[in-house]
Structure formats: structure tokens, C-alpha cells
């Protein structure tokens, strides 16, 4: 299994326990961006820089994920590809998005997009905090113990 990290968007404290777990279980993690990013120095974090523009990561990330692969996202419209492709998407929040509930979710994106077009104010999520944080880092566990 790599994991793919839908980097442009993902929080900094979600990246700092992607790194220590690709480190801990020497898994490949690429993090895919449209800009430069820093990363620490190992044998199992890489970057991938694309060019800018709309969805020009996702793309990426699609073309090169394979089947048992994880992406880290939250990209509804992403994570929806990649399972299609057989890989696993996995939310910063912690939120497994699976081929039973990415219908209902994409479903709900639009619509949401559909009240903001419209001019209704529908505010953002919350602010990621220390619970968010934690069922993340169990879940990635969870998905590391799983593809040993």
C-alpha cells in the first residue's frame, strides 16, 4: 500500500502524523501539490509538484493511485474516484469514505454548493481540533495494521 496526500488542503498536524507513521511502518507517502513543499528527510516521504490549476493534484493523484492504495482527502469528488479505482479514501477528520456512504456525501456536497450559488451563507467546517486529530491518527493506524 502508498498513501497519496491531497496536500494543498491538508492541515500541517495531519502531515506531521502522516510522516511519523510513514517513517514508524516504512510505507511510501507522497504528497501531491501544487506548490513546493518541505518535507523531513526520508527514504519513505516524497513529494510530487504539479502545475497549477483546477484539480490538476486530484488528477494526479487518480492517474497514479492504485487499487489498495490510500489517499488522504477531503475531496468528496476525489475520494469518490479513487475508490472507484479500488484505493481507500480517508478524510483529515478521521472519516472513512467507503463505496456504501461516498454517494450520500458527494449528494450533500452538491447540494451545499447548490445554497452557497444561490447566495445562502452556509458557513465552512469547523475548525479541525484535538479530537479530529486523534481519530484520525487511529483510523490511518487502523488502515497501516490492516495492509501488513
Known amino acids: 500500500m502508498k498513501i497519496w496526500v491531497d496536500a494543498d488542503a491538508c492541515p500541517t ?29 526520508s527514504l519513505y516521504i516524497k513529494t510530487l509538484q504539479v502545475g497549477a490549476g483546477f484539480d490538476v493534484a486530484d488528477n494526479e493523484i487518480v492517474k497514479r493511485c492504485q487499487p489498495g492504495d490510500l ?15 479500488g484505493a481507500a479514501a ?9 463505496t456504501e456512504n461516498i454517494k450520500s456525501r458527494l449528494n450533500v456536497r452538491d447540494f451545499m454548493d447548490t445554497l452557497r450559488a444561490s447566495g445562502i451563507q452556509t458557513g465552512g467546517p469547523a475548525p479541525l481540533n484535538q479530537t479530529d486529530r486523534q481519530y484520525f491518527a487511529n483510523h490511518l493506524d487502523r488502515l497501516l495494521q490492516q495492509a501488513k
Do not use: H
Open 13 to 41: 498536524v495531519i502531515k506531521d502524523i502522516l510522516y511519523r507513521a510513514a517513517i514508524r511502518t516504512q510505507c511510501e507517502t507522497t504528497l501531491v501539490a501544487n506548490q513546493a513543499l518541505k518535507v523531513p528527510p
Open 90 to 98: 480517508l478524510s483529515p477528520r478521521g472519516e472513512l469514505f467507503t
Open 71 to 85: 489517499v488522504i482527502t477531503s475531496d468528496i469528488p476525489l475520494a469518490d474516484e479513487v475508490i472507484t479505482k
